[in-house]
């Protein structure tokens, strides 16, 4: 734990280029697995990043069978279909909508739970936020590990959730295909902002 006023370390940049700059959404997968064992170490990274209230609202399915992808199928839009059929693991991010019934444990020191129970909007609005985050923390977590990723939004939700999340609270959010990326499936990589462009000191 760090100590009042201690001073943190910045990463070194081979950490920083796996993490962003060099780290690339992948299309083509070179074969090799993802294992049980890589799953839950990329969960016990991203379970660390902050959610409002601890709440974390982030629920994950880790699609790999083959009968698993083809429950998956049928949601894919044409231009994720094939290459989510071949990823070793498709994580579909969802959230959930009742993540308040556990507020008691994850954030005793507070009555939180009041705050969301019987106010949906708030709820759902609390549960995407902080789920979203919690996905991109999982990104990060594969990246760290060596486990390449190829986020995507394009699939159809409904499909998703009556697939895999009939009768409960939970709802898909986006998927990330997990594995090994092949280099020869990258696009040239598409321009970014500069600071000043989207940035403003006040």
């Not at 170490?41 to 974390?56: D, E, H, K, Q």
Request: include cysteine; charged fraction near 25%.
């Amino acid at each position: 734990m760090d100590q009042p006023g201690e001073t943190r370390v910045a990463l070194d940049d081979a950490a920083l280029d796996a993490l962003f700059r060099t780290a690339r959404t992948q299309n083509k997968w070179d074969g090799r697995p993802v294992s049980d064992d890589d799953l839950r170490a990329i969960f016990a990274l991203m379970r660390f990043g902050p959610t409002s209230a601890n709440s974390s609202p982030a629920r994950f399915v880790f699609v790999r069978t083959p009968e698993g992808k083809e429950r998956l199928r049928p949601a894919l839009s044409a231009g994720n279909l094939d290459k989510t059929m071949a990823a070793p693991a498709t994580a579909i991010v969802a959230y959930d909508l009742k993540f308040y019934d556990h507020l008691p444990r994850l954030f005793p020191h507070a009555d939180a739970r009041s705050w969301f129970a019987g106010n949906a909007a708030l709820a759902e609005e609390t549960a995407f936020r902080n789920g979203t985050l919690q996905g991109g923390y999982f990104i990060l977590a594969a990246r760290a590990l060596g486990i390449d990723c190829g986020p995507m939004s394009g699939f159809d939700k409904a499909k998703v959730d009556e697939a895999f999340f009939a009768e409960s609270s939970f709802r898909s959010n986006f998927l990330i295909n997990l594995g090994h990326g092949d280099p020869s499936g990258l696009f040239p990589r598409s321009p970014r902002f500069e600071f000043d462009e989207v940035c403003s000191l006040a």
